[in-house]
């Protein structure tokens, strides 16, 4: 479990790292940067591998809360590792949309509702299709 999630936390750091450079590149690409925006870049990667890549992991496959949980706690990490990653990159950015946090808050939780039900049920019938195999 512990080398699952190792490597899982650093796929995701990676290509975090590498997402975060091709927009910057894209965007800013005639600005130069503070060699210290490099560090935020780092902060932006460590937030969502910790989100993404180890607290979704742990949450949906090897804790055994109740679903109500499950939700309020990936919908409350989701949106406040989110806004940090944001504050990070942009702090005019945050500003602007820090106003509409109890809506975003709302969003998530909604969403992540509608993709546990569904991961619910594809879960469901594919353990269901393993016990008929078995059953055969």
Do not use: C
Not at 5 to 34: A, E, G, P, Y
Not at 46 to 64: H, Q, R
């Amino acid at each position: 479990m512990v080398n699952q999630l190792k490597n899982s936390f650093f796929q995701v750091f990676t290509l975090t790292s590498l997402w975060i450079t091709l927009l910057l590149t894209v965007f800013f690409k005639d600005q130069s940067i503070d060699m210290l925006y490099l560090w935020r870049i780092a902060g932006i990667a460590i937030i969502s591998a910790g989100i993404f890549g180890v607290m979704y992991n742990v949450l949906w496959n090897y804790f055994t809360l109740r679903p109500l949980w499950n939700i309020l706690i990936s919908s409350t990490f989701s949106i406040f590792g989110g806004m940090g990653m944001v504050w990070l990159f942009s702090k005019e950015m945050f500003n602007f949309i820090s106003p509409w946090l109890p809506g975003m808050l709302l969003l998530s939780v909604i969403l992540h509702t509608i993709a546990f039900y569904f991961y619910a049920r594809i879960n469901s019938r594919k353990q269901a299709e393993e016990l008929n195999e078995i059953l055969k």
